[in-house]
């Protein structure tokens, strides 16, 4: 954590734990429609890896507060990394 708090932007990695296994194509609860997985919103993902550039809002000890990560409480976090990526 030395110096993360001089970054604004981060890369986290992190797994999907609570994501079920997904076929890859299904009927959108929405309307019905057939889609892939890639073309929903579903948790449930083919892969349980997520990955998202987030904005570093301050860093509280060993907790990281981030705005923009689509993630619930309590997610493992595999990897942190300085993102390139500035909004």
Known sequence: ????????????VYCLHKA???RSRFKRG???KEVGVFASRTPDRLSP???????LVRVEDTALIVEGLDAIDGTPVLDIKMSWSRG
């Open 30 to 32: 929405l309307d019905g």
């Open 49 to 55: 890896i997520g990955l998202q550039d987030v904005r």
């Open 1 to 12: 954590m030395y110096k993360l708090d001089e970054e604004t932007h981060l890369t986290i």
């Open 20 to 22: 079920r296994p997904v």
